[in-house]
């Protein structure tokens, strides 16, 4: 019996280790031909959206940024968003009175200030206040105007910059002449010139030339009396001056004064005359001389201007002929045509 015990327990071990061995087998080919799960992919965040600038009516607002720029134009609203980059910080302005906004870049922008909302410091009006004529309001309130534009309630006239450039001027002038005071008694309209060096210095858009200048004109004697004598009068005179111009583009109108030295002379047969047949001991007078300019200039070029201008000269010299014969004042005025070379 003992013996029989001891087979039955050995054929239970056998066979509980076939079956275990069964198992594992089993198991272990079922991992091996088991297929890896594909990866799940991680989970994304979702986009965020950019920050957008909050949404400010510029009427409410207590202050308003004030934006100078380089070229000269005045900008006003709230700036709401500010962006770096490569070239600085754009500046983004929303305008007032529904004008939409406006990015400024950074190299635009001279100045930024401040300034109290004038929409906000007007009072109410009341029921008893007469109603206003519309005006614009304050503030840059052109909608869809390119960047630089002025408003269109913004009026202003472009002069352009001067032609001409500081320096040297070498002018000549020629024209008739007209007798004044005693010598318009007995001579006719002539002919004469000057010619002028001077340094113009410029001032933005003035300038200031002192010059120098001499003037010849010759007039012709009326003979009333067709005596047939020939003759005439003669000027010739020294005069240092100032003239003041405004250069407005190619455009010069200018005004100038001149002090100096005159000499007027009767010459010709109607000179000998008057010492033979009148007794005269001469017929020439010198004097001081004060004269006046205004005219006006056209710079075609830098280096030339022409040009037309309107002298007077009164008559503070006078010739004495002597014994007895009275004295006659000389003067004379002339419109005279102009051309210079700017050095």
């Known amino acids: 019996m003992a013996e029989q015990r001891r087979s039955l327990i050995t054929k239970s071990r056998d066979g509980i280790g076939v079956r275990c061995g069964v198992a594992l087998f089993v198991a272990w080919a079922t991992l091996a031909s088991a297929k890896p799960a594909a ?4 989970p994304q965040p979702a986009p965020q959206p950019a920050p957008q600038a909050p949404q400010i009516d510029p009427a409410q607002a207590e202050l308003w940024d004030v934006i ?30 529904g004008g939409g906004t406006l990015t400024i870049p950074n190299d635009k922008i001279k100045q930024i200030t401040k300034e109290q909302n004038p929409m906000r410091a007007q009072p109410a009006a ?3 206040a007469q109603p206003t004529s519309a005006q614009p309001p304050p503030g840059y309130a052109a909608p869809a105007q390119p960047y630089g534009a002025p408003a269109p309630d913004q009026h202003h006239a472009d002069i352009p910059p001067p032609v001409a450039q500081e320096g040297w001027r070498l002018g000549i002038q020629f024209g008739p002449y007209f007798p004044m005071s005693d010598l318009s008694d007995s001579s006719t309209t002539g002919i004469g010139g000057r010619v002028h060096v001077g340094y113009e210095f410029m001032f933005g858009r003035f300038g200031i030339k002192p010059n120098l200048a001499f003037e010849l004109a010759h007039f012709g ?3 009333k009396n067709n005596t047939g004598i020939s003759g005439g009068t003669l000027y010739w005179g020294v005069q240092p001056g100032v003239e003041a111009a405004v250069h407005l583009g190619m455009f010069a109108p200018y005004a100038g004064v001149t002090f100096g030295f005159d000499h007027y002379g009767v010459t010709g047969d109607l000179s000998d005359a008057i010492i033979n ?28 201007s022409f040009g037309a201008a309107a002298e007077i000269h009164p008559g503070f010299t006078s010739i004495d002929f002597g014994n007895g014969i009275k004295s006659a004042g ?11 070379y700017l050095f």
Do not use: C
């Open 39 to 42: 990866a799940q992919p991680m």
């Open 68 to 97: 100078e720029t380089t070229d000269g134009n005045i900008i006003k609203g709230v700036v709401v968003q500010q962006t770096r980059t490569a070239n600085g910080v754009d500046y983004k302005i929303v305008l007032p009175s």
């Open 126 to 128: 009341t029921a008893y």
């Open 221 to 223: 004697w009326d003979d």
């Open 277 to 304: 047949q009148e007794g005269a001991k001469t017929t020439s007078g010198n004097g001081f001389g004060f004269g006046l300019l205004f005219g006006m200039n056209v710079v075609v070029i830098p280096n030339f």
């Open 330 to 340: 000389m003067g004379h005025a002339g419109i005279l045509f102009a051309a210079s």
